[in-house]
T-cell receptor, first 113, second 116 residues
Framework: DTGVSQDPRHKITKRGQNVTFRCDPI?????LYWYRQTLGQGPEFLTY????????KSRLLSDRFSAERPKGSFSTLEIQRTEQGDSAMYLC???????????FGEGSWLTVV | AQSVTQLGSHVSVSEGALVLLRCNYS??????LFWYVQYPNQGLQLLLK??????LVKGINGFEAEFKKSETSFHLTKPSAHMSDAAEYFC??????????????FGTGTLLAVQP
């Protein structure tokens, strides 16, 4: 499968714990995006990378959230001290530069109990 | 600033009937517009996109959409619904130039039900 890959697909964690999600974009895609989607809502932009540089962060991305793309390939999204409000699906997407189609992964579901 | 509004959070049609899902956009620059489909517990799949070429855009699975600048609309249609079309549909907008990030701004989605 050469699509966008996300891991884990599902994560249940206790409030206050840290969680990390990984995204492997389509090979050679230089842009990588993170979105969050809650039930009944459309995806909301969190942040995006061009190669290893994080070029934009939404105000939705609080200090507890950090995203990295150290070598311009895979990316991680870490949530520290999780809260129940963090329960959502976290979607990763990638594209080959500006103006090209953005392809989404199947998402990582987070449930904070 | 950009935004999209999807009219109707739930739409129900009979199998074989016309599907019409409405999307209106707001954009301070010429937009790119997209329709994505999401099946339960899955990510988003691109149905079609408008990038300032032809105003009538044909996509996968028999869907098409027409860009109407005067109405700021980009409604999605399919002449004959199939049971497999039951899913959630999202309209999205992005900026087309000017150093914009190309990030997508999504609507709240329309859940399409297809009745036998």
């Amino acid at each position: 499968d050469t699509g966008v890959s996300q891991d884990p697909r599902h994560k249940i964690t206790k409030r206050g714990q840290n969680v990390t999600f990984r995204c492997d974009p389509i090979s050679e895609h230089n842009r990588l995006y993170w979105y969050r989607q809650t039930l009944g809502q459309g995806p909301e932009f969190l942040t995006y990378f061009q190669n290893e540089a994080q070029l934009e962060k939404s105000r939705l991305l609080s200090d507890r959230f950090s995203a990295e793309r150290p070598k311009g390939s895979f990316s991680t999204l870490e949530i520290q001290r999780t809260e129940q409000g963090d329960s959502a699906m976290y979607l990763c997407a990638s594209s080959l530069g500006e103006g090209n189609t953005i392809y989404f992964g199947e998402g990582s579901w987070l449930t904070v109990v | 600033a950009q935004s999209v509004t999807q009219l109707g959070s739930h739409v129900s049609v009979s199998e074989g009937a016309l599907v019409l899902l409405r999307c209106n956009y707001s954009s301070s620059v010429p937009p790119y517009l997209f329709w994505y489909v999401q099946y339960p517990n899955q990510g988003l799949q691109l149905l079609l996109k408008y990038t300032s070429a032809a105003t009538l855009v044909k996509g996968i699975n028999g869907f098409e959409a027409e860009f109407k600048k005067s109405e700021t609309s980009f409604h999605l249609t399919k002449p004959s619904a199939h049971m497999s079309d039951a899913a959630e549909y999202f309209c999205a907008v992005s900026a087309s130039y000017g150093g914009a990030t190309n990030k997508l701004i999504f609507g709240t989605g329309t859940l399409l039900a297809v009745q036998p």
